[in-house]
């Protein structure tokens, strides 16, 4: 099990663990807008495949009939290998941290608000992974401004201001004055629920690989109206579609 705030990286860390193993994702999101039964359905056929990794997304929303066939086949030990990717372990529901509290491992990440050392490692790994000639350079100045921001929106946060300083960003080190204003110490536009409003909705969609229909059933709103947000907020698609 990989618990944690959505953004810090809990897919990475599983996609890693897995190595070269056959691996597939289910998003527990869809028994949301779709049949748990068909859910049921193909989990048991992929849990059956002891040669495969099996990863549960957003295992948090699961229900409990679903948790007691899960339960059943991380007992297997001729099931497959499966992994559950959830919220943090202090917020799941009783049914859902029973289920976890039978994985035989178990790893929580860390926020990004408490890795503020790591960002200018982080800033340089994201934009060369984002294809940049050359890694981004903040200024001392530009630093402190993102060490006072909260981050709700964790790595994936992070990538797409990193997406938004390449795309501007000429030569030389980002400064204060190139950091979006939302970054800037009293200069931000949204208002903090806005404002965490967006960076959900961001990285939904990038989870989702720009699949709006998929984007709002993890966020659990209409496709209606993430389309209204996303207009309201003035999310475009470069946001969420990576050009790497």
């Known amino acids: 099990m990989v618990s944690g705030e959505p953004g810090s990286g809990r897919s990475r860390w599983v996609a890693e663990a897995a190595g070269d193993a056959p691996t597939v994702t289910l998003d527990a999101a869809a028994t949301i807008a779709g049949s748990e039964r068909d859910w049921a359905e193909q989990f048991a056929e992929l849990a059956a495949d002891p040669e495969r990794v099996v990863v549960v997304d957003d295992a948090h929303l699961l229900g409990e009939r679903l948790c007691t066939l899960v339960g059943r086949s991380l007992d297997d030990r ?8 959830t919220s943090p372990t202090a917020d799941l529901p009783p ?3 029973a289920l976890v509290a039978r994985c035989s491992e178990r790893l929580e990440t860390t926020p990004l608000r408490e890795r503020l050392h790591e960002l200018p490692a982080l800033v340089a790994a994201l934009s060369t992974a984002q294809g940049a000639e050359r890694p981004l350079v903040l200024t001392a100045r530009a630093l402190a401004a993102l060490s006072e921001h909260p981050w709700p929106g964790n790595l994936v946060e ?4 990193v997406q938004e300083l390449s795309a501007d960003h000429v030569v ?5 004055p190139a950091l979006p204003p939302r970054y800037r110490p009293g200069g931000r536009v949204l208002a903090g629920r806005e404002h ?10 990038q989870s989702a690989e720009g699949n709006k229909s998929l984007a709002a059933a993890r966020l659990g709103i209409s496709r209606t109206t993430l389309y209204n947000r996303l207009r309201a907020l003035a999310i475009s698609e470069q946001q969420y579609v990576s050009n790497s």
Do not use: S
Request: hydrophobic letters at 75%; aromatic letters at 4%.
């Open 158 to 161: 992070l990538a797409v201001l």
């Open 78 to 85: 001729a099931a497959a290998r499966i992994w559950l990717v």
């Open 172 to 176: 030389g080190p980002v400064d204060l």
């Open 196 to 205: 965490a409003e967006r960076v959900a909705i961001v990285g939904a969609l």
């Open 95 to 97: 049914h859902v941290a």
